[in-house]
């Protein structure tokens, strides 16, 4: 016998919440396998590298790789990209990285985040409840999907402190160690003049010496979008100063970046700084807009540039191009020299997360505490000014 009275229409079951939901991951093949929309409204301001087109365009370009993907109540709330780290050095080198702190296995641990960048955010809903369930499912599906490839573990590099710590506390087993900082450059709305106004007089001097001494010898800046054309001028450029500092794949592997770049659409937040030096192209410098953020991403220079056309095509006018365009912060990246330091950038740490396919630790806590308080006074020392985030760097959970 029917449990509904005749005539009666039992009611639907009403849908849980989201933010009540339980996060179901599962592993996609790639990018193209999530849509962009989903993808991109979970993409935070600072989190361009970890957006859809970008990843898109490092798979066109290198191959693609397996995607987490959490759902709860049939909506996307959680992405994670993954990668196996085949070319273990400087960068992306662990040894490197924590001073020996992590033996340098690379390649017996999955890598998460986007391939091979030096920028990682959490791309996961905002919501407090659902955002931790959605970390801690996403780490337990890393983990079982390392373990299924015989790897020892996974690490998830180049995070914001705060952001590492996060996801640290979202699994009993994740440790967050301090390796790194970024360069970033909070925009004044009025751009250099701002800046300028706010520096020592003793650096003002300097700036304005370097851009009068690249002016002198004739040098201009101009911004052009990031087109098929301007793809094929600026690669010799990019690839020679990549080759001298030894970077792999010459001209030809530039180029097939930059096409992946237009292929994925990517190349719509790109901007480019040119300069000339008389009908040659002696100078580029390419940037991604992403919200109020700015990225410089890549920089090539002939033998005939004018002095200082780094320092002016990649900070001076950039500044003033991010100010024009409402732009709040520039992101000058990894590494974070007394050179971008020098000219107005502040320092963010950035933390790994390690997290082990078995039942330990990587690291002993008193190890860790010790590297993460030294690297924080070393980075520190080196460099002025600092970022908010860096008091407290140790691994003892005070903010």
Not at 4 to 33: H, I, K
Not at 261 to 276: D, E, F
Not at 305 to 333: E, I, M, N, Q
């Amino acid at each position: 016998m029917s449990a509904t009275p005749t005539g009666v229409r039992s009611r639907p079951t009403a849908p849980v919440p989201t933010d009540l939901a339980q996060p179901v991951v599962d592993v996609r093949s790639d990018a193209t396998r999530i849509g962009a929309a989903d993808w991109d409204a979970l993409v935070e301001p600072p989190g361009f590298y970890n957006s859809r087109p970008w990843t898109r365009a490092l798979e066109q370009t290198h191959g693609a790789t397996p995607v987490l993907a959490a759902t709860a109540a049939g909506q996307l709330v959680g992405v994670l990209p993954t990668w196996e780290n085949t070319q273990p050095a400087g960068l992306f080198s662990l040894d490197e990285m924590t001073r020996g702190l992590l033996a340098p296995r690379e390649q017996a641990l999955l890598w998460l985040g986007t391939r091979r960048s030096t920028v990682n955010t959490i791309t996961c809903v905002r919501e407090p409840g659902l955002r931790r369930r959605t970390l801690t499912a996403l780490l337990e599906t890393a983990r079982r999907l390392a373990a299924g490839q015989g790897r020892s573990g996974i690490v998830w590099p180049y995070l914001t402190r705060d952001a590492a710590r996060e996801i640290a506390s979202c699994h009993p087993l994740a440790q967050e160690v301090l390796h790194a900082a970024d360069a970033i450059v909070d925009v004044p709305a009025d751009g250099m003049e701002g800046l300028e106004a706010a520096a020592r007089s003793k650096s003002r001097i300097q700036w304005r010496r370097e851009q009068r001494l690249f002016r002198e010898a004739g040098g201009s800046v101009e911004w052009v979008p990031l087109s098929s054309e301007i793809c094929e001028k600026i690669g010799p450029l990019l690839a020679r100063t990549r080759d001298r500092y030894g970077s792999p794949g010459g001209t030809a592997w530039m180029r097939r970046t930059l096409a992946g770049q237009m292929s994925s659409g990517v190349a719509r937040n790109a901007v480019v700084a040119l300069t000339r030096t008389g009908s040659d192209l002696s100078a580029a410098a390419v940037f991604y807009r992403h919200q109020d953020w700015i990225y410089g991403r890549y920089w090539g220079t002939s033998d005939s540039a004018p002095p200082y056309a780094y320092y002016t095509l990649t900070f001076y006018a950039a500044v003033d191009w991010a100010a024009a365009h409402g732009c709040r912060f520039l992101h000058l990246s990894v590494p974070a020299s007394p050179a971008k330091t020098a000219r107005g950038a502040r320092l963010s740490p950035l933390s790994l997360v390690v997290l082990p396919t078995g039942p330990r630790q990587e690291i002993a806590e008193q190890a860790l505490t010790r590297h993460n308080d030294r690297m924080a006074a070393e980075l520190t020392a080196r460099n002025s000014p600092v970022s908010p985030a860096w008091p407290s760097c140790s691994n003892s959970g005070e903010a």
